[in-house]
């Protein structure tokens, strides 16, 4: 069993995706995974002609009234030599 620091499941996320070559051009697999790692925690995703992937989560409760939070990255990464 792998032990991953404090905070556990950020780590062991990134220690899954990282696992899965994502350069430039090559972004097939982590898209895969994003949306299934989305399907499996119950949020809302999909990915558009142009290989985005957007997910979409309900606030929590309370919070419906408040403005949304948008996040924008990456799913590809520069690789170096």
């Known amino acids: 069993m792998t032990s991953f620091p404090y905070p556990e499941a ?4 990134f220690s899954e995706f990282s696992a ?3 350069g430039s ?3 097939a697999g ?6 299934k790692t989305a399907e499996a925690l119950g949020v809302d995703a ?3 002609s142009a290989g985005n992937v957007i997910l ?3 606030a929590s409760a309370g919070y419906a009234d408040h403005p949304g939070v ?8 520069v690789c170096a030599k």
């Open 46 to 48: 999909h990915a558009d």
């Open 56 to 58: 979409r989560k309900a």
């Open 25 to 27: 051009g090559n972004t």
């Open 30 to 35: 982590i898209r895969a995974w994003a949306l």
């Open 70 to 77: 948008i996040l924008q990255g990456h799913l590809d990464m």
């Open 10 to 13: 950020v780590f062991r996320f």
């Open 20 to 22: 899965i070559p994502h």
